[in-house]
């Protein structure tokens, strides 16, 4: 099994910028795709961005694309979310999930995600 846990939420201003972490234990994090999803009250667990094993791949929502960026350090277990020029509707909570994977994949798809982090709390002010 793989335990992940998100850190870096918190408050930001509109336009502004923050970097969320998850950490993972086990000593394979390198044969993990990772994903960052978000869930805002009364919506739906929404696709945000997603990251092959290597880190060669990345794959992102139409809404964040030039604006949030995916990355990986393999030698921490981290993924990370680097996200820029916030908006107000990137306000929500953020999940970062692993499945076991090798190649290019990365799943945009919440289902296709086998371990889940608890979850870290983003908002955006103006």
């Known amino acids: 099994q793989v335990q992940l846990v998100e850190s870096g939420g918190g408050l930001a201003q509109a336009g502004g910028s923050l970097r969320l972490s998850c950490a993972a234990s086990?000593?394979?994090?390198?044969?993990?795709?990772m994903g960052w999803f978000r869930q805002a009250p009364g919506k739906e667990r929404e696709f945000v961005a997603a990251i092959n094993w290597s880190g060669g791949y990345t794959y992102y929502a139409d809404s964040v694309k030039g604006r949030f960026t995916i990355s990986r350090d393999n030698a921490k277990n981290t993924v990370y979310l680097q996200m820029s020029s916030l908006k107000l509707e990137n306000t929500a909570v953020y999940y970062c999930?692993?499945?076991?994977?090798?190649?290019?994949?990365?799943?945009?798809?919440?289902?296709?995600?086998?371990?889940w982090g608890q979850g870290t709390q983003v908002t955006v002010s103006s």
């Open positions: 086990g000593r394979t994090f390198s044969n993990y795709a």
């Open positions: 999930a692993a499945v076991r994977s090798i190649g290019s994949y990365a799943g945009k798809s919440a289902r296709e995600y086998d371990y």
